[in-house]
């Protein structure tokens, strides 16, 4: 595979050991621990977090995170924990993303993502998995859908940012480019508050929301960020044959959500099982437990 970027901790081996710090803190507040491991694939090393993973018995789903995020955003407040009660959960650390994954990154308008997602199966070891994506992460659970059908049993997309390019209104410019100027906690508040959530209904609790902060200041500041942005996959989403399930938060200001459904309808046909707002919900719409929950839900019925 061609690697078109490399993105990398400004100190890699002091940086990546406050990664791992705030891993503790996250199994600190949550009550329980993460498996951890790496895979070797088409960009470098994989790193990998698992609950429940062990149980071969129940049906796997795969998770992908957002731009700047890591996979385990998707657990703040315990947000996974009732899914990893009736799902094997593998959460993938997406490469040239912020994480203890190898910072290599293709272009992304290839289907290159797509060819790393199917190693990452490989590795580990899945015939067929349900998979899901937040924003840029949807987008990746496309590239995915694309590679392998025939082992994608389902794909949900929370906001995701394949559909449409992000929002060029004055709001979000100013608020997303606010902790990248000057990248304190205060700023990243701001953002916080004025994109990802919509306070009061969609926020996280205090501890989970510091938490979010303390990694966001570290993505931001010692993070030398060199991967593709995400994009409006256009006539790629036409091959799309995978059943999809699009979950969006009505308040969304970084990826407004009309556009997104009206292009979702046109492009993936009767393959768009489902779609579901959610009223006053901002982009960071795997932090907010009813939509976890709504998952849960259409995973159990058909799984039934």
Request: proline content about 5%.
């Amino acid at each position: 595979m061609n690697i078109k970027n490399t993105s990398y901790f400004k100190n890699p081996e002091a940086d990546k050991k406050r990664f791992q710090d705030w891993v503790t803190r996250l199994e600190r507040a949550n009550g329980y621990t993460y498996e951890k491991w790496s895979v070797q694939t088409s960009l470098g090393k994989t790193q990998v977090y698992g609950l429940n993973t062990q149980n071969e018995q129940l049906t796997p789903l795969v998770i992908f995170p957002g731009f700047r995020t890591t996979a385990l955003i998707w657990d703040l407040d315990r947000g996974l924990e009732s899914l990893a009660k009736k799902f094997r959960l593998f959460l993938i650390e997406t490469n040239g993303q912020p994480n203890l994954s190898d910072g290599h990154s293709p272009n992304i308008k290839s289907l290159a993502y797509g060819m790393w997602g199917a190693t990452v199966f490989e590795q580990l070891n899945l015939e067929s998995a349900y998979i899901a994506g937040a924003s840029f992460g949807g987008l990746v659970c496309m590239k995915v859908a694309l590679v392998i059908p025939d082992r994608i049993k389902g794909t949900f997309l929370l906001n995701p940012g394949c559909f449409r390019f992000v929002s060029l209104s004055a709001k979000n410019i100013y608020y997303n480019l606010l902790p990248l100027i000057r990248p304190n906690q205060k700023n990243i508040k701001q953002f916080l508050d004025q994109l990802v959530f919509c306070p009061p209904n969609h926020r996280l609790s205090d501890t989970a929301e510091q938490l979010l902060i303390q990694y966001l200041e570290l993505a931001i500041t010692r993070w030398k960020d060199r991967t593709d942005k995400p994009y409006y996959m256009g006539d790629q989403l036409n091959d799309i044959s995978v059943d999809t399930y699009l979950l969006i938060g009505d308040q969304d200001q970084i990826i407004p959500y009309e556009k997104s459904v009206g292009r979702a309808r046109k492009h993936l046909g009767n393959y768009l099982k489902a779609v579901e707002i959610f009223e006053d919900v901002g982009h960071g719409n795997e932090c907010y437990a009813p939509c976890l929950s709504y998952i849960e839900e259409q995973l159990t019925a058909l799984e039934c």
